[in-house]
């Protein structure tokens, strides 16, 4: 039988992206179709074949944008949205792009793929440039991962598109994508989200209360406070909830952590950077945390309420705007309004209850076996 050779390109601009590209990749490992026995599947970040200096631009430039100007990355999101292709700095832009990208060229080649998944929209624009000029043949497909639709998405010669729902479907449409090439199937996220995990047990592993209100806190921000203090502030003031703070790979943030756990050892479990994040959510009533796509897709899921902190301009702002408009997240401003609304959850339960109904009415976890199927079947 014939072994389709699949390659899923992200860019680590950002976790989701990458994300993305291996929740596509650990699902073709279990995906079983009757005309081929298995998939052969690579995952490669375009960050990993660029100079230096592209990637310090690219990648580090636009985390620095993010955390210390993100006034600036608003206008520039906006700025590049409404941006024609013939604009002389889009061409500048691709210019520098496509000299910068040899490498990520040649390592396509080697791996000889019959298709291609883009997961960023950077390799879905410079593999449209190689299709034009005939130096690639085989199809490219783009996995666009966040509730709405930025022009850099969309790209000449692309075999489809996926969409995390209707509305940016739509969008695709309206910017003059083919409507046979348009499917509407989520954003694909890890199978470990799909697993029937019981909130009790996994409490109990943690070491948790079974019958205390419980809160897993992800993000901080400018506005907000850090992990730490959101945490500090929620256990103070409110006796019957618990909480489950995640450092990241921050040591300083995982300190500051460990100092508070003296204080409530029988309220707050800390971690540092988590594997099993799932784990960590099926144990929690509700997540405070950015909207980035990918973690609200993992939340949608899990039927894990949200309750959004100081998300990035653009992107983020817009997956949070859609999951409000879902019921399935509530946005705090500033600290003193997130402790607010924590009481309310402890207060109202039913409040919780209804959104995640609301979130498992929307979630789609099947995207990842849908994108592959699409994919396999043309």
Request: overall charge positive.
């Amino acid at each position: 039988m014939p072994q389709p050779r699949v390659l899923m390109i992200s860019v680590s601009a950002g976790s989701g992206h990458v994300r993305a590209a291996e929740a596509l990749l650990e699902t073709s490992s279990q995906f079983s179709q009757p005309q081929f026995s298995h998939i052969h599947a690579q995952h490669i970040d375009v960050m990993s074949y660029v100079s230096r200096s592209f990637r310090g631009v690219y990648s580090d430039f636009y985390r620095h944008l993010i955390n210390h100007a993100p006034a600036l990355w608003a206008y520039l999101y906006k700025k590049t949205d409404d941006a024609q292709r013939s604009d002389i700095s889009s061409m500048l832009r691709r210019s520098i792009e496509q000299l910068c990208t040899k490498k990520l060229i040649k390592k396509i080649a080697e791996f000889k793929p019959d298709h291609i998944i883009c997961t960023h929209f950077l390799p879905a624009e410079l593999l449209a440039r190689e299709i034009k000029h005939g130096r690639l043949t085989c199809p490219v497909w783009v996995q666009v991962t966040d509730f709405d639709l930025h022009s850099l998405w969309v790209q000449p010669h692309m075999r489809g598109y996926f969409a995390a729902n209707h509305e940016v479907a739509f969008k695709m449409r309206e910017r003059g994508i083919a409507n046979d090439v348009v499917h509407v199937t989520g954003i694909p996220v890890s199978p470990v989200f799909l697993a029937d995990k019981k909130k009790h047990d996994c409490r109990m592993e943690l070491c948790l209360k079974p019958e205390l209100t419980t809160a897993l806190i992800l993000s901080g921000g400018a506005r907000i406070g850090t992990v730490t203090e959101i945490a500090e502030r929620l256990l103070r003031n409110n006796d019957t909830l618990q909480v489950i703070a995640v450092a990241g790979n921050n040591p300083l943030r995982l300190a500051e952590l460990q100092q508070l756990a003296i204080q409530y050892t029988d309220r707050l479990v800390i971690f540092g950077f988590s594997k099993c994040i799932e784990n960590l959510m099926a144990a929690s009533d509700v997540v405070i945390t950015k909207p980035g796509g990918l973690t609200s897709s993992e939340c949608l899921i899990m039927g894990l309420p949200m309750l959004l902190v100081d998300p990035i301009p653009g992107q983020e702002e817009r997956n949070g705007d859609y999951l409000m408009e879902q019921g399935a997240a509530v946005k705090a401003h500033d600290i003193v309004g997130l402790d607010f609304k924590i009481r309310q959850f402890i207060v109202e339960p039913e409040r919780l209850v209804t959104m995640r109904q609301k979130m498992l009415a929307i979630a789609k976890p099947n995207a990842a076996h849908a994108v592959l199927t699409h994919v396999l079947e043309r």
